[in-house]
Every structure is written in structure tokens, then in C-alpha cells.
């Protein structure tokens, strides 16, 4: 008796040094059945868990083929619900084993099956076989409960490392496909988690970037190039904000960053890790400047319209002078052009603001475009005697659907700009041509040109070139924008050709009919 209970002592160590040296399941298993067939004196036995919808599934076997396992599944019905192991008893086991063993023609007479509990839970039941000897008594029931509970305490186990793994998958696919950077550091502040979207914002591989200082991976600096990391770092602060913008350098070029850190601690208030989240606030920067930059090109461009109006119509109704005919009309001609002009930035303000709500709205015919061409030519034309003006459009050009009001408006703003943009003069020349798919238009000068770098920008709201003409040149930089919003409205597309001192030439183009 006593080298039986020193027997099964020794199992049930190997059992528990097993589970706390291993994870994998099936295999604690298969050597809890095995013990507890060998402790029993009996020749087989296995395994089954309980599943999600109710239903037992044998997950290890000892003494038993494979193939045989799917014939043992009358002995998996009936399984009482209840999980006090005194009493426990699965109505009709003998008979269900008798018929098994006959049909696979083994020699196994007599059965006993003890649940396996956690928690309060039914998680399983185990089974032992026997094919000779007596019925399994009182002391083998309880020697069966002992293996029964290390069985339990294993799937239980098991359990909480898959839920902890999915939660750690889960954890580390949010991490890595954040929007956001994200990274996550020591308490020495060495990075451990570096996402992809930090990799794409720093430059810095995910690989080179574990384990190095944060500091030295972001290189925060102010607008003014100081240090941020090495002087002002929230996390080097106790009281200090845990968040702070600066700029990082990437290919040569700095990008505006907010970054909020969140640290961790333990249970007894002692630094165990820090989150930050980096995120990208350039587009946030620029917008503030460009509403900087509207607010004064806007009360700029309205307040000199105003003035010179009111300064005329002040003139003009003093009682104590007269005015000649040809004084009257200049003075009147400069009101009725400045409140033309006020009037154009009023109707562009209100259509960047229909496109900003989409709202602007098209009314489509077909036309034209180069006889809509021409007459805006004919209108500059008396405008600036500093220019020349040349139209250059075949006789066949197919007839495209649009907003004649709308493209009007285009094409105003085009050669507005290459009047603007060529102060010494020379020729400005508005022409076309169409192919099998497509009206294309263009309007030309010989002015200052527009870098390469700055191209694509022009066509953004409220942005304009950066030139020695440009603080000399009215303009709230609309009107480009405005033109590619319409253009594209009618399914077209605007885009520049130039180099600095050669002139522009804008062209877009529109579906033919």
C-alpha cells in the first residue's frame, strides 16, 4: 500500500513539473491518462473536454488506436451537468462499454469516469478501462479524482495562456496597423514595440530601432532646432504634461509630430513601461498657417477695394470742388473695376465654401469651348496693353458637354494669373486641340514661372507661389483652386508645365462629345 501511494505521489510530481514546464495541452494529457490507466491497473483509458456548444470530444487516449476513438461516442452522452464528484455517475457507461467493446471486438468489461472541475465548471470528464480483474472501487475512484484535478488545472492552464496569446495577438495587430506611431519603451526609456507607421514616419527600421534610447531614434527638436528629448523630455518632468510637439527629420526634411506619453506602473507605483503615441500633425500645422495666411490675405485684399472706393466717392462728393467729364469717368471706371473686384473675391470665397460643403452646382449644355476662349480674349485684351494675345484653336474642335458660366470662370482665372505673373508683358496665348477622347485647352505666358516643387501645391486652397512678385500681386489664392475643382467637376483634369524665368503654361482637359 505504501509503494502504491509513493507511486502515485510520484506521478502526480511529474504531472505538476510536466505543467509548469510545458504548454502544449495534448501532451500533459496523454501522460495524465497514462498514469492514471497505470495507478488504476487498468489497460486504457482517455480524455474528454467538454466544447463551446455542449458536446464532449476525446482529447487524449492511452491503450487505444486513433481509429477506434470515434466508436467511444455513446459513452460521451448523458454526462450529468452537476460537478460533485460524490455520487457523479454517467447513466448506462457499463452498457454503452459493452457495446463499444463489441463491435471493435476489444476485451474492456468494466469502466469508470470521474468529471474533471475548475472553478465550479464541468471542463471535462476522464475515463479508465479495464479488461481484467474486479470493478473499480472507492480508493480507485478517489485516485482518479486526484489525476482528474491535475487534468483540470492543465486545460484550465491552457486556457489562460491561449486567452492571453489571442489578447497579445490582438494586442500587437492593433499596435502594428495603427494610424498612429506607437511605440512602447522601458523604464530606461529603450524602445521594445516599434509600429509600422513609426517605421514609415522616422525612417528608422523596426529592427534597428529596438532597443535603442527613444531619444536618439526621435531627435525631437522646437521650430528653433532645440533639443527636446535632451532638455524638456515630459517623461524626465514628475509635474510636467506628458505630451509635446516638435519636429523629427526624415530624408532631410522635418515633419511636425505630437507625441503623449502614457506610463505604467506596478503595484507597488514603480515604473514598469511607457506607451507613446506619435502622431503626425503637419496637415494640423500647415492648416493653421494657412488660416493665418488667409486671415491676412483676405482682410488685405478686401480692405484695398473698400479703400480705394471710398476714396474715390469721398473725392468726388466734396462740394467745394468740380470735377471735369474725363476726371468723373477715370474716378467712376476705378470704382465700378474695384467693386468688379470685390464682387469676384465675394463669388470665389462663396464657391470654396460650396465646394468645401459640396455644393457647388453645375448646369451642363453643350459648347464651344474655344469661342468661349475667345471672347475671354477679347475681354483681357482691353485690360493690358502690356501683353500680347494670340488664339490658336483648330476649326474642327468638338463640342464639349459643361457649365458655360463655370468654365468661363476657368479660363478667366488662367489668363488673370498670366497677366498677373508676367509684369513685363509679352505674349499670352490661349489654344487648344482634341484626340479621340478628350477637348484639351491651354492658356500660356512669358512670365516668372513656377518652380517644380511648388507645382502641385498651387492648386491647393488659399496657397500661393512663392515669388519676388508675390507680396506685390493680388490674389487670395483661390483661383486655381476653384479651376481644378471645376475642371474636375466635369470629369476633366488641370495640371502646369513651367520652369523659373520660361513661363507657364496651364492645361486642362475636358471629355469630348
Sequence with gaps: MLDYQLRQREYLLEISRA?????????????????????????????ALRQEDGSFRVQASYGLHSGALPFFAPLLTGIPPWTDPVGWMIPDLEMGLSMVAATLGLGLRQVVALPMVMQGELIGVIYVFRSRGGAFSANDRQVLASFADQAA?????????????????????????????????DRHCRIRVFNRALVKLTGWPAEEAIGQPCYRVLALRDRQGEDICRTRCPLMQPEGRLYVEGNIQRDGRAIAVGISYSPLYDDEGRLVSIIANVRDITAFREAEEMKSTFISIISHELKSPVALIKGYADTLRREDAHWDEKTLRESLDVIVEESDRLNQLIDNLLDASRLQAGALKLEFSYLRIDKLAEKEVEKFRTQSKEHLFAVDFPPDLPLVRGDSERLRQVL????????????????????????????????????????????????????????ALTPRTRGAGLGLYLCKAVVEAHGGKIWVESEPGKGAKFIFKLPRT
Design 19 to 47: 505543467m509548469t514546464s510545458s504548454l502544449d495541452l495534448p501532451s500533459v494529457l496523454r501522460m495524465i491518462i497514462q498514469y492514471a490507466v497505470e495507478m488504476l491497473r487498468g489497460q486504457a483509458g482517455f480524455i
Design 412 to 467: 478667366d482665372n488662367l489668363l488673370s494669373n498670366a497677366i498677373k505673373y508676367s509684369p513685363q508683358g509679352g505674349l499670352i496665348k490661349v489654344g487648344g486641340w482634341a484626340d479621340e477622347d478628350w477637348v484639351y485647352v491651354y492658356v500660356s505666358d512669358e512670365g516668372i514661372g513656377i518652380p517644380r516643387e511648388e507645382q502641385e501645391r498651387i492648386f491647393e486652397r488659399f496657397y500661393r507661389a512663392e515669388s
Design 153 to 185: 488545472i492543465a486545460v484550465h492552464n491552457a486556457r489562460l495562456y491561449q486567452q492571453v496569446m489571442e489578447e497579445k495577438r490582438l494586442l500587437s495587430a492593433i499596435i502594428e496597423n495603427s494610424a498612429d506611431g506607437i511605440m512602447i519603451l
